[in-house]
C-alpha cells in the first residue's frame, strides 16, 4: 500500500473509531479532553504506532464488561508513549495497568526480518538495543502525561519476568517486534487471561511474527490451547484475539 493510501485509511478508521468514543464517553467535554491529552503525548513523546491502534485498544478497555475482573497488561512500552495513553484509558475504566519491558531495548536476537506485509523493509529494525526506553525516562513521561498511579512496572527480559507473574488479564497489549519476545508473551500470558479477555498485537504486519500467530504446534505444545481464532491475521497489522469463554 502506498504511503497515502496508508494515511487516507489510518483517517477513515479514526474516524469511524471516534464515533464508538461518543458511544462510550458521553460527555463532549471530557471526550475532548482525552483526544487532547493523547494528542499532548504524541507531540512530546516518540511513538512508534499509529493513533487508531492505541484507540482500538482503548476502546476495548472502555467497553470491557464491569463486572469482570483482571488487568490490563502492556507488553514493550519503549519511551512509554504508548504506556500513557492506555494508563488514561485504563483508569477511567478502574482497573490496573501492568508494563513489561526489559527497559533496555530489544534483546539480542538473530531473526531475520525483511519486509513487512505492508512492503515498508524492515530488516535490521529489530537489533539488540533498539526501542530503548529507561525505566527512568518511562516513569516520568507516564507521571506527565498519564495516569501512573495506576500503572506498575515490570523491569527484565519477558522470560525472566513472566513466567512468575500471575494476576488475572483482562485485556492484553503485545508490541514487541520479534517473533521470539511473541511467543514469550503468548506462552506465559495467554493463559491467565480471563474466558472474554481480548487480546491485541500490533505485530502483525511482521511476518515472522504472524507465523508464530498461525502455529497450530505452538499453541498446542507450548501454551497448551487450541490455537484461537485471530481477527485479521496475515491482512493487518492489528490483529486481535477473543479467547473463548469456556
Ligand atoms: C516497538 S517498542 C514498543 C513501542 C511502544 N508500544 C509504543 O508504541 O510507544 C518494543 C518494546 O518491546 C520491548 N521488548 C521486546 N522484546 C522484549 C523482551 N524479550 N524482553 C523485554 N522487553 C522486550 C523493547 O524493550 C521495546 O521497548
Given at each position: 500500500m502506498t504511503r497515502v493510501k496508508e494515511t487516507l485509511s489510518e483517517l477513515l478508521l479514526l474516524s469511524k473509531l471516534q464515533v464508538r468514543l461518543a458511544s462510550l464517553v458521553a460527555s463532549n467535554s471530557q471526550r475532548q479532553m482525552l483526544i487532547k491529552r493523547l494528542r499532548m503525548i504524541s507531540k512530546h513523546v516518540p511513538c512508534p504506532h499509529n493513533e487508531s491502534e492505541i484507540l482500538s485498544f482503548g476502546l476495548e478497555i472502555l467497553s470491557f464488561p464491569k463486572d469482570k475482573e483482571g488487568c490490563v497488561v502492556e507488553a514493550?512500552?519503549?519511551?512509554?508513549g504508548s504506556t500513557a495513553k492506555f494508563s488514561i484509558f485504563t483508569k477511567l475504566a478502574n482497573k490496573k495497568l501492568i508494563v513489561f519491558d526489559s527497559f533496555e531495548g530489544l534483546p539480542e536476537n538473530v531473526e531475520n526480518h525483511d519486509k513487512s506485509i505492508l512492503g515498508h523493509s524492515i530488516r535490521e529494525l529489530f537489533v539488540g538495543g533498539e526501542f530503548c526506553g529507561s525505566l527512568e525516562e518511562v516513569k516520568n513521561n507516564v507521571r506527565r502525561y498519564g495516569e501512573f498511579d495506576v500503572c506498575t512496572f515490570i523491569k527484565g527480559w519477558f522470560e525472566d519476568t513472566m513466567p512468575a507473574f500471575s494476576m488475572k488479564i483482562a485485556l492484553l497489549y503485545l508490541d514487541v517486534d520479534l517473533a521470539s519476545s511473541t511467543k514469550t508473551c503468548l506462552k506465559f500470558l495467554y493463559p491467565l487471561i480471563i474466558p472474554g479477555g481480548v487480546i491485541y498485537s500490533q505485530d502483525g504486519d511482521i511476518p515472522l511474527v504472524i507465523e508464530v500467530f498461525d502455529d497450530d504446534e505452538f499453541w498446542e505444545k507450548e501454551v497448551g490451547l487450541r490455537k484461537p481464532s485471530i481477527e485479521g491475521l496475515g491482512k493487518k497489522k492489528l490483529i486481535r484475539i477473543v479467547k473463548d469463554t469456556e
Open positions: 514493550g512500552s519503549y519511551k512509554g
